[in-house]
């Protein structure tokens, strides 16, 4: 169909002439309304942002003196956040003569791992920085 045409019909029905194809031998075109496709490009667009979520780095963080109560809060807080699909750090800050009982805090941490090892795994040992002892989980 020759452009004049078609902008006559599109224009006749009340729409616009969209070109789909420019570089095609010949040009292919189609009667469209171009706010109808701009909303369902934006809505397309909208989707695959929601999708690509990034995980976000949330953190946990303990003692090595921590009440067994206190510490099932921390090990249920960390499972929400693992199916949430969020990494989760687990911090631990030493204090004074804490800082002596490294391995006290170890085993600490250690557990923690244990009891959430179904839903994440631990991304490399535990690191002791500093006053500071951390481990990086992430969701299986």
Known sequence: MLTPDALRLAKEKGYDLVLVVPNAQPPVARISDVG?????????????????RTSTLKEVKISP???????????TKTKELLEKKHKVKISMYFRGRENNHVDLGRNVVDRLLEAVA????????????GKNMFVILSPK
């Open 36 to 52: 109808k496709i701009k909303y369902e490009l934006s809505k397309k667009e909208k989707e695959t942002r929601k999708s690509q």
């Open 65 to 75: 003196k921590i009440a067994q109560h206190d510490f099932e809060v921390r090990v």
């Open 118 to 129: 179904e839903i994440g795994k631990a991304e490399g040992p535990p690191k002791k920085i």
